[in-house]
């Protein structure tokens, strides 16, 4: 068994005399530190008797030693010479931590720095939807082809791929309102207004918004993610020397797959959630699904159908435009992808929601009831 | 408690006997056999592709060979059952990897206290400020690298605070992969000189991977040659120079080889102790 490292030390005229002994290494230290501090004036540290020493070891001596300006270091081996030597000069400029600052200051400091990045964020994410604009605009002007191949890429991701999940969800969710639905109406013995809740709110809200929710954490986040790795690896930066737009070849068709695909998947959402009311209709209330589609043409005003195609595509477009923007924004490292994925999906379902609760008051207000 | 390594004990820190490592149809490794000496800087080299990085991740256990042993200080990490000795072998080596791999939440000093608090957790924090800044004066890092995060250093201070956190249980044994690797060639000189002057130091055994002519003159000690899924030599640079394998033949009297050679010998150096 190694020894520890030890000292012991008998009192001089001029000082204590310590001698250490022992293993003076980083595993075998224990509580010698300590225990040498308390020692009183040193004139001399004796490391003749000492096993084996490493940096550690030697820093403690040197510390000793300059916290005793009068202390000598006698009877170091070669090797122990060579990390006193190294370690010798003076290490206080040395910082380990940042200069600390009063909480209330930092405290001020991080609400400002957050209200200032909240406030560039939205001029940035306003400045790049209006730079995607233009290049729409340029590119139709130079009657550019658009990238076609690119664009139906990302609807297999975006559209295709989502298909089954969006399904399920969309189907369990209509199950779910009409059987919750019902459980209230039946009090009312109106158990067939059921049709009425799962058709209308499937149509109007909860198809498209349940969708753009899915949209925003699959493919939003996906577009974040790629884009702010093409950034970090300079793909970005290597497109852009070359004369390719990334606007044009990134950005567009992302924005594009997502705006096109956003009416087709909340439609699809819609008749899945139907699906599923109906399934509970004929199976909880008996209700047969000839009964059930035929109600629901009798309800279901073409209004609510026009409301949905036109609230989807804004939905995708900053669906699109958040993502993109987000992975834009990522520079210097990988941490930063994660954070910047996390506030694509943030900002777009958060924007989703608040512009949908606009769009419910528009409608409303101009006789879609 | 079993008993600790004791590395200055040993005459050869790492020996690999018959390694084989094989990735589905890829045989990257086969009946490898090398020796470190304890104290001596070995280089590896070999090209591209010739398995130098898998070499030491077999030897560090990141990589479980398909056949054959590794041994480290007398033990193999795989027959190791016991947690306790496993961490008494690991705190023996500091790896420093080619991109560093600092961990980018932490500050350079945190950087190097992660090593020290996981294996010495009782280490009071002044102490352990001071390790941190010792560490960071030792690799030649500025003053105010310690409070920086990863991502405010430059490409050789990355490198330079990699070898800190290597560094920061003293271990015995260093692994390097490819530590001059992005460097500009003033900065990888400094740093095949800090590699040097550290080993000189602390006694260590350098287990180093390379690309670069210049490191291998300047500071390694051996050099194996990495090729046909094998070490197919090891030996000090004159010694492999006077061996007719065309690769290394190839590689010592290219137009680099010869240039670094040229180099190295106006300047003087020994490229042995």
Redesign the interface.
């Known amino acids: 068994m190694a020894a520890w490292a030890d000292f012991e030390h008998s009192d001089g005229a001029d000082g204590a005399e310590v001698r250490f002994s022992g293993r003076l290494t980083l595993a075998r230290l224990g509580d010698l530190p300590a225990r040498l501090e308390e020692v009183g004036p040193i004139s001399t540290l004796d490391l003749s008797q000492i096993q084996r020493i490493d940096t550690v070891g030697a820093w403690i001596v040197t510390r000793a030693a300059a916290q005793h300006p009068a202390a000598r270091i006698v009877g170091a081996s070669d090797e122990a010479q060579r990390l006193l030597d190294a370690l010798a000069s003076d290490k206080s400029e040395y910082r380990v931590h940042a200069d600390r600052r009063p909480v209330w200051v930092r405290m001020l400091e991080q609400l400002g720095t957050s209200s200032v990045a909240i406030w560039d964020e939205l001029i940035g994410i306003i400045g790049f939807f209006g730079a995607m604009l233009v290049a729409v605009f340029t590119q139709i002007r130079a009657r550019r082809r658009l990238r076609w191949n690119a664009i139906v890429t990302r609807f297999q991701t975006v559209g295709v791929d989502a298909l089954p999940i969006i399904g399920l969800m969309s189907f369990l969710i209509g199950i779910v309102i009409a059987q919750q639905g019902a459980v209230q109406l039946e009090q009312f013995g109106l158990e067939v207004f059921t049709i009425n809740l799962v058709g209308r709110a499937s149509i109007r809200e909860l198809g498209l918004l349940m969708t753009a929710i899915m949209v925003a954490g699959r493919s939003g986040s996906a577009f974040a993610a790629q884009i702010g790795t093409m950034k970090l690896t300079e793909e970005v930066d290597a497109m852009r020397t070359i004369g390719v737009s990334p606007m044009e070849a990134i950005v567009l068709p992302r924005v594009a797959a997502s705006t096109l695909l956003m009416p087709l998947l909340g439609f699809y959402a819609s008749i899945c959630a139907i699906i599923g009311g109906g399934v509970f209709a004929w199976v909880g209330l008996e209700i047969p699904p000839l009964t059930y589609i035929q109600r629901l043409r009798e309800i279901i005003p073409m209004t609510d159908f026009w409301a949905m195609l036109i609230k989807a595509p804004v939905f995708g477009v900053l669906i699109g435009v958040t993502g993109c923007y987000s992975g834009m924004q990522v520079r210097q490292n990988a941490e930063e992808v994660g954070r910047r994925t996390t506030a694509a999906v943030v900002a777009a379902i958060f924007l989703v929601i608040v512009l949908d609760a606009f769009f419910a008051v528009f409608f409303s207000s101009i006789g879609w009831n | 408690m079993a008993?600790?390594i004791?590395p200055?004990n040993f005459d050869v820190a790492i020996r690999v006997n018959g390694l084989v490592n094989r990735f589905g149809d890829a045989v990257v490794h086969d009946n490898l056999d090398l020796e470190v000496h304890s104290g001596e800087i070995l280089g590896v080299v070999g090209g591209s592709g010739t398995g130098k990085s898998v070499l030491m991740r077999s030897i560090i256990g990141l990589q479980t060979p398909t056949a054959g042993e590794v041994e480290v200080y007398g033990k193999t990490l795989d027959t190791i059952a016991d947690e306790e000795e496993s961490r008494d072998l690991r705190?023996r080596w500091g790896v420093m990897f080619q991109g560093g791999a600092l961990f980018?939440?932490l500050?350079v000093?945190e950087n190097i206290q992660v090593p020290?608090r996981e294996?010495?957790p009782r280490?009071?924090q002044k102490?352990l400020?001071?390790?941190?800044?010792?560490?960071?004066?030792?690799v030649g890092l500025p003053?105010?690298a310690?409070?920086k995060y990863?991502?405010e250093l430059s490409g050789g201070m990355v490198k330079r605070a990699g070898l800190a956190r290597a560094?920061a249980?003293?271990p015995a044994l260093l692994f390097l992969d490819e530590p001059t690797a992005g460097l500009d060639p003033i900065g990888a000189a400094k740093f095949d000189e800090l590699i040097r002057e550290l080993a000189?130091?602390?006694?260590l055994t350098v287990f180093l991977i390379t690309h670069d002519l210049d490191t291998l003159y300047a500071t390694c000690d051996r050099v194996a040659v990495l090729a046909e899924k094998r070490v197919i030599a090891v030996g000090t640079i004159p010694e492999l120079l006077a061996t007719e394998h065309p690769w290394i033949q190839d590689y010592f009297n290219g137009p680099r080889g010869r240039s670094a050679a040229d180099c190295h010998e106006a300047h003087g150096a020994a490229p042995e102790r």
């Open positions: 008993e600790f004791q200055e705190r980018s939440t500050t000093a020290l294996y010495y280490l009071d102490l400020d001071e390790i941190a800044a010792y560490k960071v004066a030792m003053p105010d310690g409070p990863p991502a560094l249980l003293d000189d130091t602390m006694g």
